[in-house]
């Protein structure tokens, strides 16, 4: 379906009370819905937002267009929960109502202060001719989940030798001052981030733009997020407009970051590493993080892309969350590890001591749509090994390893219903190491694997038949495996 200017920008009080039944209905007969993420109730869900803790909840809010699987008109929507697995829809949060957000309200961020949560966002409008300005907005939620808007933008214009791709402000404390990155494409096209500071979140000073050894890194850096982790700093971002190198950059658009020495804002540098990606599957943009009440940076990410059309698209729906993850840094790199609180959804356990030899093997009681397994090969005399799982008579989707390229594997080739094949199927990382770990999340139309502790983390939609549920484990050489599966109940 080609979906009109007008009817991507309709209100959602504009539609009917049939009309809105009639899309649950088609949504709820999708098979494809996901039984433990995070999901949009009808129509498209994509940037997580104002990812914060507060009154006692963790909070969640994303960008909602309601009315069918577009980018269109979009509203914040409020998820809230008490573990980080069980959450709670709570209605939209803000909505587009004035001339500073009157074509959508853009990503931003929450912090709480002085017994308030303060959502920052961009105000996105379009003028007669089609051409965005885009305002820095603020509103205010108290403890009973009421959220007002303040009348006028925080941060009203884009400084000079900016374009108007000027979004996404991630917030945080520093001592007695807030400050604030924002996504931002310099007027030669190129990306980078600039940052504001402020005492009291209303009045901002610009600071100027953080600058890094990456001049001429895309045409644009969405989703900024800063953060400090042992003694570090990391800027995570998502970079339009780079080309494939290697095994990298396979994606419509990227998502990762540098790290180095923390952010210094004064001289208004970072000092860094290389650019690394966080993701090295098919889905995964738009991460933010936040500190939980114990300390924990936790990150969850938008299952999606964006400029791609899904499969169910075709049910009036699109895209989910990733499972929340808990960072750390090890050995240079940003460690991503599924948040212990999960454990709450396992159901029947399954266990396997096996040996493979040249061949693949199925087992009783292996198999499903909706499950966590951890699996780890060790001693392997293999040049190839790894699991099939979702895997029926047709399809399957595989994860494997393998050892003459040391490179771990993930191809959806045959996952069910394509998705983007324009930009592959198969997604591939170096990884040398002695044992193979695969600690799988596997969902309806979804897996997230993360690989030797989080070394690696693959993120990817599938679409299989639901009879395709098959686990089957495979070695073209002698290969020891354990594995360790739970039923998962959403």
């Not at 892309?305 to 050995?331: F, M, Q």
């Not at 099939?388 to 045959?414: C, N, P, S, W």
Request: aromatic share 14%; with cysteine.
């Amino acid at each position: 379906m080609l979906w009109t200017k007008e009817q991507r920008y309709r209100r959602i009080e504009d539609a009917s009370q049939e009309e809105i039944r009639n899309l649950k209905k088609v949504v709820k007969s999708c098979r494809w819905r996901q039984s433990y993420h995070i999901q949009p109730e009808t129509g498209l869900l994509n940037d997580p937002n104002g990812f914060s803790y507060f009154n006692g909840e963790y909070h969640l809010f994303y960008q909602w267009f309601p009315l069918g699987p577009v980018h269109g008109l979009k509203y914040w929507y409020h998820t809230k929960s008490k573990d980080l697995v069980h959450w709670e829809n709570a209605g939209i949060a803000i909505e587009p109502t004035n001339q500073y957000d009157s074509h959508g309200v853009y990503s931003g961020s929450a912090i709480e202060h002085e017994g308030r949560l303060y959502l920052l966002y961009t105000g996105n409008t379009r003028d007669e001719n089609w051409v965005r300005h885009p305002y820095q907005c603020l509103a205010v939620m108290n403890e009973r989940d009421e959220i007002k808007k303040l009348e006028t933008p925080v941060i009203a214009s884009v400084p000079n030798g900016y374009t108007d791709h000027f979004r996404d402000p991630k917030i945080w404390k520093e001592g007695s001052l807030f400050h604030a990155i924002i996504g931002a494409q310099r007027e030669n096209e190129t990306g980078c981030v600039v940052l504001y500071s402020s005492t009291d979140l209303v009045n901002w000073n610009f600071k100027g733009e953080i600058n890094t050894n990456l001049k001429e890194f895309g045409y644009m850096w969405e989703c900024p997020d800063y953060l400090e982790l042992d003694n570090q700093g990391i800027l995570i971002f998502c970079p339009q407009g780079i080309k494939p190198e290697g095994d990298h950059f396979y994606n419509i658009y990227q998502s990762g970051y540098i790290m180095g020495d923390k952010m210094d804002k004064n001289k208004m540098t970072m000092v860094h590493d290389a650019f690394q990606e966080l993701d090295r599957g098919f889905d995964f943009y738009a991460p933010q993080t936040m500190t939980g009440p114990d300390g924990r940076r936790i990150l969850v990410g938008w299952m999606g892309l964006p400029d791609i059309e899904y499969p169910t698209d075709k049910n009036g729906w699109a895209h989910c969350l990733t499972v929340p993850r808990e960072l750390s840094i090890w050995n240079g790199k940003l460690i991503q590890q599924p948040v212990k609180e999960l454990e709450s959804l396992r159901r029947k356990r399954q266990d396997i001591n096996e040996v493979l030899d040249h061949e693949t093997k199925v087992f009783d009681e292996f198999s499903g749509t909706a499950f966590e397994m951890i699996c780890k090969f060790v001693n392997f005399d293999s040049s190839e090994f790894g699991v099939e799982f979702r895997a029926g008579e047709k399809e399957k989707t595989v994860i494997k390893y393998d050892a003459m390229e040391k490179k771990v594997v993930l191809d959806r080739t045959f996952s069910g219903e394509p998705v983007a094949e324009e930009y592959g199927t198969v997604r591939k990382c170096y990884l040398d190491a002695q044992s193979i770990e695969f600690h799988m999340y596997v969902d309806t139309s979804s897996v997230e694997i993360f690989v030797n502790n989080g070394e690696e983390v693959f993120t990817s939609r599938i679409f299989p038949e639901i009879q395709s549920q098959e686990i089957r484990f495979f070695s073209n050489g002698k290969t020891l495996f354990q594995a360790t599966k739970w039923d998962y109940k959403g």
